[in-house]
Every structure is written in C-alpha cells, then in structure tokens.
C-alpha cells in the first residue's frame, strides 16, 4: 500500500509539472541486484524528481501480446554477451555496424532479457552512478543516455570508451559509446517502450 501511494504521489507530481529548465543529476545508489530495487527505484524518482519530465512515459501495459517482437518493433536493440556487441535495428533493419558494448563482470554478470522496458519508462540523458562511480562523461554523468530495462539495469553510455568490446567489466549494466547510447535513446524517445525491445543473450 505505501509503495502504491509512493507511486501515485511520484504521478502527480510527473503530471503537475509543465517543464522543467535544467536536468537535474539523477544518483543511483542501489545494487541493481536487490530484493526490493523497483520500491527503492520509484522513491528515487520522486526524490530527484526525474531529470526529463516530458520524456518519462507513462505507459499502462509493459507489453501487449502479439504488438511487437525483436525486429518487428520499431526499435528493437541486440545485445549479444559473447562477442560484447551490439545491434541496433530500427523498422528492421540494422542502422550501423555491431557497436562496441560491455556486459556485466563475474559477479554482477548482466542477466539475459528479452523484453520491452520497463514502464513507465526510465529514460535520461543525464544520469551517474554513486556506488559504482567511474568518471563523467562531458557533463552528463557516468551513465549518459541511460535507457532501463528492469529494474537498476541499463542501457548506458560510458566514460571507459577504450574498454568497450573488450571483456564483460560493467556492475549489470551495458554500457555503449556515448554517442552510440546517444542514437539508441533518442529512439527509444521517440517511439516509447511498446515499439521498443531488447535482448540481452549469450
């Protein structure tokens, strides 16, 4: 019931604001492996007050059955573990070359997803990690262009552009070149968790 309450609160507050002249930080502090990461997920919203009102979308279904799957979605991004790739399709087809990316360590291995994100949707450009600090990356945080999943997992830009496709070394997450992470949430953005899908395999 509180969570409920928190939820309803963090909605009104969303739908109360117009705009908003300036994204806030927005401070993970949580192991995105925790029991209760989605109660703690929603009161960091409301306490940061989310960094892009209009781009949090608030979408009733996570998924309708039969809409859309993988490539048949208007965003539909492949992450594939082994070779610490990517593939972006949009209406798909593949938009680039397989990005670089990073998938999580030993022991805090990325789990396999194969999904549309959650909703309401996470979505910020800007957004930094305090427990898993690891520089910043033009102004925009430690975790630009963060798209998430489930949970305190995401899809997120990194300063550690070097590291990329190399070996897994993220805490769960996978990380993107910014300017890669960049292209998939403006995406994203535009067409809202329901036309958006993405697999994490092996």
Sequence with gaps: ????????????????????????????????????IEERLIENDLIYRIQDVHSYKIE?????????????????????????????FIDGVAIEEEWLATTGKAGSITPNFDRHPDVPLRIYNKYSSSKFPGGDWNGL???????????????????????????????GCIRLHPHKAKIFNTHVRAVGAKQTWITVRN
């Design 1 to 36: 019931m509180k969570l409920k309450s928190l939820l309803l609160l963090t909605l009104a507050t969303l739908t109360s604001f117009s705009a908003i002249a300036e994204p806030s930080d927005m401070v993970e502090e949580l192991d995105p492996y925790a029991d209760n």
């Design 60 to 88: 009733k279904n996570m998924s309708i059955p039969g809409a859309c799957y993988q490539r048949t979605c208007k965003v539909f991004l492949d992450i594939d573990k082994k070779t610490q790739r990517a593939q972006l």
């Design 141 to 171: 945080g430690n975790m630009p262009y963060a798209v998430f999943i489930k949970g305190g997992f995401a899809v997120h830009g990194t300063p550690s552009i070097p590291k990329l496709g190399t070996v897994p070394l993220s805490h």
